[in-house]
């Protein structure tokens, strides 16, 4: 089991980017057969799912999501970050990280971010 914590700006304006990070404490985010995801929730709606970064640093996105998302981390923090350009209104929700393997599902709390000007 590993612990995950959200972090990065709760009001972003439309237009710019929207940057999170989430630290990992209890395992390495290189450690094999990892899989680092982000995931959000708008108000009123479920859960979606936008990427996810392995332990090899391979990446893949959500095709309605990925002209707009890059995932990447940094091995020496142990973080893995969330840059989503170009928001709007409809991209605010409560944003969770989550670090899984084939039997294992370890949540962050989750983070709101609200796009508004």
């Known amino acids: 089991q590993v612990q995950l914590q959200e972090s990065g700006p709760g009001l972003v304006k439309p237009s710019q980017t929207l940057s999170l990070t989430c630290t990992v404490s209890?395992?390495?985010?290189?450690?094999?057969?990892?899989?680092w995801s982000w995931i959000r929730q708008p108000p009123g709606k479920g859960l979606e799912y936008i990427g996810y970064i392995r332990w090899s640093d391979s990446t893949v996105y959500s095709p309605s999501l990925k002209s707009r998302t890059s995932i990447s981390r940094d091995t020496s923090k142990n973080q893995f970050t969330l840059q989503l350009n170009s928001v709007t209104p409809e991209d605010t929700a409560v944003y969770y990280c989550a670090g899984s393997t084939a039997t294992i599902l370890d949540w962050g709390q989750g983070t709101q971010v609200t796009v508004s000007s």
């Open positions: 209890g395992g390495s985010i290189s450690t094999n057969y990892w899989y």
